[in-house]
């Protein structure tokens, strides 16, 4: 026998003051937003029940928050929390079974009862084995995403177990009413749960239908990372590097894909300006005013290699290679005055087309105004004022009062960056929209994304 590597406890030492109660708890939260998801999933794959695994999840937490103030944080806190986890599931199912017919619940707990053993065994190796899969939160992905499902309802319930994000982002992702997004959250995971879909990426052709859902998630996951809806960060780089790194693995699974390598395209080249969108201060740093010489090198190459491997493809162009064609147009210029913005305008008409949104459109319009001047670009956003799905979007107003401002309308500009910082729910993108409120009349600038 080898020697027991289960998760132990770390007593503090008696030279190192103990850790506030505050101190410990900002810990605890920042290892749940790295473990959470993983443990959901894991749970959720086990007992086939997305809404139990996160209470069991929200259980292992809570005992974490009752017990490591007073132990200490365990060495592999990742590991307490799941095996907490499940252990929870396993009691709730031993209850549950009391008032089932015997054989609803044997079959659920001789699941979880090998889940725990196969876990400290692996534990005690150091290893892990998996299928060629190979990766649980991927599995949860296409099962949030099962066809049984709107698909509004996918992508909201996978953004919420696998993104941590909250109803309230997601519906400002969404443009949604906050109660509608939950409604459907709820809705979802009670369809899953009564039908016993089992948590497994799919094969063949049903992994195909379910692609779009995927690829979704996996592109507002990232983007609630590149520029967060609330809170009190601008960036979330944990979840862009959780959305790349599902979208790496995806491609090792669907190399063929052309949509699946634009999309990882589009993250790689969106990633590599996280660093530069923040200043010392954590303060936002807009495109046209950022050192390009802090984007990254490494993954811009990367982005451009996928776009390239993507555009080498038979299949039809699509919505997220366009987007990566249009981010790779900034990730070749030097500067905002050096950016090819007519071929930008032309990918845009493109997109246009297959993915007439509102947000695609608004876009279109700011890349208008940088390629033909801040008139032509006003004449398109203006067009877009009566978009019920744009009325609370702060970016519609925020555009407006940029081309306002470059044509010289400065109390204008002034009104439309008040109301965008209204509506703006980040706490930093509110205090950058009333920054520019103020410097309005002042100097001009650029709100391109």
């Known amino acids: 026998m080898g020697a027991d590597r289960r998760p132990r406890l770390l007593l503090y030492p008696m030279t190192v003051p103990k850790p506030t109660a505050d101190a410990i708890t900002r810990t ?5 937003r790295i473990e959470s998801a993983k443990v959901v999933a894991h749970v959720a794959r086990i007992t086939h029940d997305l809404g139990l695994a996160e209470d069991c999840s929200q259980d292992a937490l809570v005992a974490a928050l009752e017990h490591w103030p007073e132990l200490g944080i365990p060495e592999r806190p990742g590991a307490w929390l799941m095996t907490t986890a499940k252990r929870r599931a396993l009691d709730h199912l031993r209850h549950r079974k009391l008032a089932a017919p015997r054989h609803d619940a044997l079959g659920h707990e001789t699941d979880l009862q090998y889940a725990i053993a196969a876990q400290e065994f692996s534990e005690m190796i150091d290893t892990r084995l998996d299928d060629d899969i190979c990766d649980e939160l991927l599995r949860l992905i296409f099962t949030a ?85 609330s809170g009190p960060h601008w960036t979330r780089p944990a979840l862009c590097e959780e959305a790349l790194r599902l979208g790496r693995v995806l491609v090792g699974l669907m190399p063929q894909q052309a949509e699946v390598q634009g999309l990882l395209a589009l993250m790689e080249l969106q990633a590599s300006r996280l660093v530069a969108r923040l200043d010392a201060q954590g303060q936002p740093i807009l495109l046209a005013a950022q050192d390009r010489s802090r984007w990254d090198a490494l993954l811009i190459r990367r982005g451009l290699d996928a776009l390239a491997r993507a555009e080498a493809l038979p299949s039809p162009v699509g919505p997220y290679v366009l987007q990566a064609a249009i981010a790779a147009c900034h990730a070749r210029a030097a500067s905002v005055d ?17 993915a007439p949104t509102p947000v695609v459109a608004l876009n279109h319009s700011v890349a208008v105004g940088m390629a033909f001047g801040p008139a032509a670009g006003l004449e398109q956003v203006n067009a877009l004022q009566n ?20 044509l010289g309308r400065n109390d204008e500009a002034r009104a439309e960056f008040e109301r965008a910082a209204k509506l703006a729910g980040n706490a930093h993108e509110r205090a950058l929209m ?6 309005s009349s002042t100097r001009p600038a650029s709100t391109v994304p």
């Open 387 to 406: 978009e019920p799905a744009l009325a609370q979007y702060h970016l519609l107003p925020a555009v407006r009062g940029d081309l306002l401002t470059r």
């Open 145 to 229: 995403c099962h066809p049984l499902l709107a698909s509004e309802s996918r992508s909201a319930l996978t953004l919420r177990a696998i993104g941590g994000m909250s109803t309230a982002e997601i519906a400002r992702a969404y443009l949604k009413p906050e109660a509608t997004i939950a409604q459907r959250i709820v809705r979802a995971k009670r369809t899953l749960a009564e039908a016993r879909v089992p948590f497994e990426v799919p094969r063949g052709e049903e992994l195909q239908a379910r692609l779009a859902s995927v690829l979704e998630v996996l592109y507002l996951m990232f983007n609630e990372g590149y520029c967060a809806s």
């Open 28 to 32: 605890i939260a920042a290892i749940w």
């Open 338 to 354: 050096a950016t090819d913005w007519p071929h930008i305008v032309a990918l845009y008409d493109a997109l246009l087309q297959i």
């Open 434 to 439: 009333q920054k520019r409120a103020a410097q």
